[in-house]
């Protein structure tokens, strides 16, 4: 039997969307604005996507039997 995850389906499904999000920002922020803020949604994203990550891990890990 696989163990669950740290996030409910409810909050996965946020994450993937707030990830989504932050990557499809990023590029357009970087065409529209001089400066280099649009970094910070690159970074967003990213560690939106190592929770995601961490999160299918822990899922994917076989759940430890108690006796």
């Known amino acids: 039997m696989r163990s669950?995850?740290?996030?409910?389906?409810r909050q996965r499904r946020l994450a993937w969307v707030g990830f989504l999000l932050a990557a499809f920002q990023a590029p357009v922020a970087a065409s529209l604005i001089d400066d280099a803020s649009w970094l910070f949604a690159v970074v967003v994203a990213l560690l939106v996507a190592t929770v995601i990550m961490a999160d299918d891990a822990q899922r994917r890990r076989p759940q430890a039997e108690v006796e």
């Open 4 to 9: 669950a995850g740290f996030l409910s389906e």
